[in-house]
């Protein structure tokens, strides 16, 4: 079965950084676009970045362009998120997502906290 386990996440102050990974099984990972998906408190999902199968092509909301950088390895079946600059209004559960045979999986999330 398709399983995600996010981690990374914690305490930090505003302008540092964290770095969050989503190890990934049951599914051929190689051949998956994967995203990270954050929802701030009391908020909805929001979409943040994902990058595709190859790892060559990546996207970010703007809000969070030029400070996260998402990555893949395909030898560890595993996702990346840097975060780098971070700002309050970073605070969010920080879900790993990916589409397979047409179902959406999710992980646990791991939750990041921004605050001094």
């Known amino acids: 079965q398709v399983q995600l386990v996010e981690s990374g996440g914690g305490l930090v102050q505003p302008g540092g950084s964290l770095r969050l990974s989503c190890a990934a099984s049951?599914?051929?990972?190689?051949?998956?676009?994967m995203t990270w998906v954050r929802q701030a408190p009391g908020k909805g999902l929001e979409w943040a970045s994902e990058?595709?199968?190859?790892?060559?092509?990546?996207n970010y909301t703007d809000s969070v362009k030029g400070r996260f950088t998402i990555s893949r390895d395909n030898a560890k079946n595993t996702v990346y998120l840097q975060m780098n600059s971070l700002k309050p209004e970073d605070t969010a559960i920080y879900y790993c997502?990916?589409?397979?045979?047409?179902?959406?999986?999710w992980g646990k999330g791991t939750l990041v906290t921004v605050s001094s």
């Open positions: 049951g599914f051929t990972f190689s051949s998956k676009t």
């Open positions: 997502n990916v589409k397979n045979n047409g179902m959406d999986y």
């Open positions: 990058v595709n199968s190859r790892g060559d092509n990546t």
